[in-house]
């Protein structure tokens, strides 16, 4: 099974308002390939993203709106729709997905089981044979009564070694859900600094608990003092008045 990569479309503006923070903005043409993404993967840079109304802003205007009522799934033609959300849900996104990454490890021997995301319909985020939900209804403006599926699309390619499955996310907030369906569930870890600024990463390594060495770094220097540092400040002071 194959994850397919995702164009999201980006926005043309992007505007806060500053009583509800209400963002708003109008698709334009261009997108993003948030399937090549440098130095850090899309779902991890999510993750650690700031969430204050500001830094959605950029968030959005940089990646395009996540889409987690499925506004924009199967439109072939988003140009030129506009699009506004609360800053508050968001971060409820934000907080579940960050969830999600911090429990991965606890589910059990078969990973992460079927959970269900508020607003996103009834989505599955784990097993592969539990890959697809019931569609959701979404009754917006103007669209009452309309039928969204939540569920990926998925095509199956034939191969050499059979049939591959080819999963293609209808929105960007299915993406990086299914992103964390892919990961190994061992690898999604919470950096131990409690004071890291961006905790969530990917572990390539099994003994690997801090994001970065600099985070290693202070954590040990840290336990070294809260462990020596009264014996090492004795000793000190004992030298001086020698």
Not at 214 to 222: E, F, G, T, V
Request: charged share 30%; hydrophobic share 35%.
């Amino acid at each position: 099974m194959e994850l397919r990569k995702r164009l999201a479309p980006l926005p043309e503006w992007v505007s806060l308002s500053s009583g509800q923070e209400m963002v708003s903005g109008l698709i334009g043409a261009k997108r993003c390939d948030l399937s090549s993404l440098q130095r850090e993967p899309f779902h991890q840079k999510f993750a650690n993203w700031r969430s204050e109304a500001n830094g959605i802003v950029e968030f959005t205007r940089q990646y395009g709106p996540l889409d987690w009522e499925g506004r924009f799934a199967a439109v072939a033609q988003t140009a030129g729709l506009k699009f506004h959300f609360l800053a508050d849900l968001w971060r409820e996104r934000q907080a579940e997905f960050r969830k999600l990454w911090e429990t991965a490890r606890n589910e059990g021997p078969g990973g992460m089981t079927w959970l269900t995301l508020p607003v996103a319909g009834d989505f599955p985020v784990a097993k592969e044979t539990d890959r697809f939900a019931k569609p959701a209804n979404y009754e917006g403006e103007g669209d009452e009564g309309r039928l969204i599926w939540q569920t990926p699309e998925t095509l199956w390619e034939p191969g050499r070694k059979g049939p591959t499955a080819l999963v293609t996310a209808q929105t960007t907030w299915q993406y990086l859900c299914l992103m964390l369906t892919f990961e190994k569930a061992e690898q999604l870890r919470k950096c131990e600094n409690p004071e890291c600024a961006a905790p969530y990463f990917i572990a390539r390594r099994k003994d690997r608990v801090f994001c970065s060495e600099d985070c290693a770094h202070l954590i040990a220097a840290r336990r070294w003092w809260t462990k020596h540092g009264n014996d090492w400040r004795h000793r000190r002071k004992k030298r001086k008045t020698t």
